[in-house]
């Protein structure tokens, strides 16, 4: 069945660094979802990307569906302690099936 | 606009005692429901989605059940609680008529120990 892995499991920066977290699929993706949780929160979503190489921003964070749309990737620059949480990816492909998520702690 | 209420936010319940956790969604007719739980803080597991009153996909075989008795309520029971079932309960919703490209907006949770 579809599979969606996402590494790192953690993931510990000092603030200002950069930090990345990646998504990949078992199968072809009609698209890719990104979601935030904050400690004790739930999740929220973020964004979708839905084309083949689609590139979006959204101000620190970088957010890119491979060309054959089977993995996908986000990345923040420059880390704040409010970037603090865990990072999820689903894809969509028939089901939307979650990565086990990327927690990221910053430490100030 | 929208929004997502789930109901209680934790509970403390004793293994073989009934569940029923509520979710209503308001600023909005005839959308996907879904019941996700999350165990240990992590993964987001699908237990199951609705497309409509009275239809109820199950996504997992297990000790739960899900209904939805009018358009804007999803309610997930059990009728004996098992320690496995412990866990962060999420209720959501998306925009009817875009499985295949939902955007889900989650509910606070609900976390449920089960002793």
Redesign the interface.
């Known amino acids: 069945g579809q599979q969606v892995m996402q590494i790192p499991q953690y993931q510990h920066v000092q603030e200002g660094e950069d930090f990345t977290t990646y998504c990949n699929s078992s199968t072809t993706l009609s698209n890719i979802q990104w979601y935030k949780q904050r400690p004790g929160g739930h999740p929220v979503f973020l964004i979708q990307l839905v084309k083949s190489g689609e590139v979006k921003k959204q101000k620190r964070l970088t957010f890119q569906f491979g060309e054959a749309k089977k993995n996908s990737s986000l990345h923040i620059t420059a880390t704040q302690t409010t970037d603090v949480g865990t990072y999820f990816c689903a894809g969509q492909g028939g089901k939307l099936i979650f990565g086990q998520g990327t927690e990221l702690s910053v430490k100030p | 606009s929208q929004t997502i209420h789930q109901w209680p936010a934790t509970l403390v319940q004793p293994v073989g005692s009934p569940l029923s956790l509520e979710c209503t969604v308001e600023g909005t007719s005839n959308p996907n429901l879904y019941w996700y739980r999350q165990a240990a803080?992590?993964?987001?597991q699908?237990l199951f989605y609705s497309v409509g009153i009275g239809q109820i996909s199950s996504e997992v075989p297990q000790n739960l059940s899900a209904s939805r008795p009018q358009d804007r309520q999803f309610i997930l029971s059990s009728k004996k609680l098992l320690l496995s079932d412990s866990g962060f309960y999420?209720c959501a919703w998306s925009v009817r008529g875009t499985r295949?490209?939902?955007?889900?907006?989650?509910?606070?949770?609900t976390q449920l120990s089960v002793l």
């Open positions: 803080g992590r993964g987001l699908l999420l295949g490209a939902e955007k889900l907006f989650f509910g606070s949770g």
